[in-house]
């Protein structure tokens, strides 16, 4: 089988990072292509690959026949069905219920946040002063990354322990947004965020964000 991504900007697409983070880290195989969104190629990826109107999207490809999978959180139990070995999700199923109703929550949940401190790699602001939405929802996600980490983190550095799993994959955006937003944080939640954000595969994203030509004047805000 062979695989095709299909990503957004890195700089901004929140969940193209989501997708590239189940399968970079689990050494899965694939070829990642960006699709520059609200453009031409953005219309016409959406043309040759449907019903798949958003990225991430993922093409399996095996005997001469596509599967198109996309949403993040169908993306995640395909590839863990088809890589039960590769650890997407925590081997424990108290553990791995948990990790999956956390990237439930995250995928379903958290306007506040998105609408307000939409995802952008490139920059680090110094002033930028979170709303009360979005303030409460920092709150509930630090609150259940505590919450992992007590109860399945061990010594950590993740919320199930040593191995990184699909739900650092779902929260890495938030740790690249509350750096972005200069987001005081405590320890626990701050080393949280500096452990995903320094695993080498979101690493290579932001190096590759880091890269693109692209400004998108609705995701840059005015601020120092
Ligand atoms: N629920 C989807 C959300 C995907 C999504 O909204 N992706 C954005 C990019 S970050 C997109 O493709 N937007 C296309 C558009 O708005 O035209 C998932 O989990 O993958």
Redo the contacts with the bound molecule.
Sequence with gaps: MAYELIL?NKNY????LRGWLLMQPFDIPFDPKVVE??TDD?AQFRTETPPAL???TLLSKESGETLTVW???SIAEFLHERHPEAGIWPTDPGARAAARSLCAEM?SSYRGLRSTMPMNMRRQYKTFTPDADATADIARITHLWHWATERWGGSGPYLFGANFTATEAFFAPVASRLRTYGVKLDATSQAYCEAVLAHPSTVKFFDDAMREPWVSEKNEMDIE
């Excluded at 697409?13 to 193209?16: A, L, P, T, V």
């Design positions: 957004g697409s929140s969940w193209s969104l609200h953005f958003t990225v991430p949403d993040s959180l995928h």
